[in-house]
């Protein structure tokens, strides 16, 4: 087994890296959701993962799990297992001013 990177997540300044428990290293983004508890990312990027690790920048390790995916969107949503010890701000996807996407 090879542990690689799995992913670099941005969300504001937060920088989030995945460990993953693989034959392979592979290279990924994401971003925090909901809770907090949760990341969101490609499900190609951890498909083959026997575990998953989320490292967060004040050095925390966090597993995880896959909590759901959708094989046709290529989107799955990791559940951490723990709340990580970090400061975070909203990703904003639209401003009223702006209109839909």
């Not at 290293?25 to 951890?46: A, K, M, P």
């Not at 909203?90 to 996407?101: A, D, E, K, N, R």
Request: hydrophobic content about 45%; charged content about 20%.
């Amino acid at each position: 087994m090879i542990k690689g990177i799995g992913g670099f997540f941005l969300l504001g300044i937060l920088l989030v890296i995945l460990v993953l428990n693989t034959h392979s290293t592979l290279l990924g983004s994401g971003f925090i959701i909901g809770d907090g508890r949760h990341v969101f990312t490609y499900l190609d990027l951890v498909r083959e993962a026997e575990s998953l690790t989320v490292k967060f920048p004040n050095e925390d390790d966090i597993e995880a799990e896959v909590e759901f995916r959708d094989s046709a969107s290529n989107l799955a949503i990791l559940k951490l297992k723990e709340m990580p010890k970090i400061n975070r701000q909203p990703l904003v996807m639209s401003h009223s001013g702006i209109g839909p996407i």
